[in-house]
């Protein structure tokens, strides 16, 4: 029996996702003996064009090459599956929207601007239908192969929406406002096992929100340490604070 064809490709991103996944080391191995990867721009050279069972898709749409290219992978997928931040709520590019275009485009190319088009970020499923999403910048290991088996089997993954708290707490960790730190894991989707945490820093929100954010909890907390609010929308900035256009 062939094995299903896998390929990868990015859109506007920094391509760090899909070196977590160069990075797998014996896992990607035993990935390798179950599929049929055609394309992957940091390990093959070959780009072949034709049918694809699954197609991994990074970055953010920024331009209209982006989302012609991006329908162009859909129509030859069967599965389309959106990882890392980029993809799946825009991430870091979205920081974008939250000022004009023209602005940007004037104050990073200067009076070059015209020659480089943009428009407003958008995430995948904003203009193609989605299969699967991983979250995360850049996305967590352990959850790509999940989704792969997932994929595979033709399963649904069903992705964590409860609070990175709840894995950060099962991991024993001194939380972060103990320290007088704020840290946006109360309100951030789990899935990555409290990476940052785990790790000494802060969650900064990659995984987007759960889908019913405790505001009034979060602003409890920061009240009882008497942390200023705009130390959490500083860090809401980074990947939550800016997917609604302000122009375009
Ligand atoms: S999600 Fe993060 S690591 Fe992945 S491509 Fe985007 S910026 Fe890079
Ligand atoms: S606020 Fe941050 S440090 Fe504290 S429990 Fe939640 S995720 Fe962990
Ligand atoms: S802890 Fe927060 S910032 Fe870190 S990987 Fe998890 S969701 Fe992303």
């Not at 203009?127 to 352990?142: A, K, R, T």
């Not at 500083?234 to 800016?242: F, P, Q």
Request: aromatic letters at 6%.
């Amino acid at each position: 029996m062939s094995r299903p064809t896998v390929a990868f490709f990015e859109l506007a991103s920094c391509e760090g996702c899909q070196l977590q996944v160069a990075n797998l080391g014996e896992e990607l191995l035993a990935i390798l003996d179950r599929i049929d990867l055609v394309e992957f721009r940091e390990l093959l050279t070959e780009r072949p064009d034709g049918p694809l069972d699954i197609a991994f898709v990074e970055g953010s749409v920024v331009n209209a090459e982006c989302e012609a290219r991006l329908h162009a992978i859909r129509q030859r997928s069967e599965l389309l599956i959106a990882y890392g931040s980029c993809a799946t709520i825009g991430g870091v590019n979205a920081m974008a929207n939250g000022r004009p275009i023209s602005e940007i485009q004037a104050e990073v190319y200067g009076d070059q601007a015209e020659r480089f088009a943009a428009a407003r970020v958008r995430p995948l499923h904003q203009l193609v239908p989605v299969d699967y999403f991983i979250h995360g910048c850049p996305i967590y290991p352990d959850e790509l192969i999940k989704v792969l088996k997932a994929a595979l089997a033709h399963l649904p993954y069903n992705i964590p929406d409860y609070a990175v708290c709840v894995e950060c707490l099962l991991n024993e960790n001194v939380c972060m406002y103990e320290k007088k730190v704020t840290c946006l894991g109360p309100v951030t989707r789990a899935g990555c096992n409290a990476w940052c945490i785990n790790n000494g820093n802060v969650c900064y929100g990659c995984r987007g929100l759960v889908s019913n954010p405790n505001r009034a909890g979060a602003e409890a907390v920061l009240s009882r340490y008497h942390l200023d609010s705009r130390l959490i929308a500083n860090k809401m900035l980074m990947y939550n604070g800016a997917l609604e256009p302000t122009d375009e």
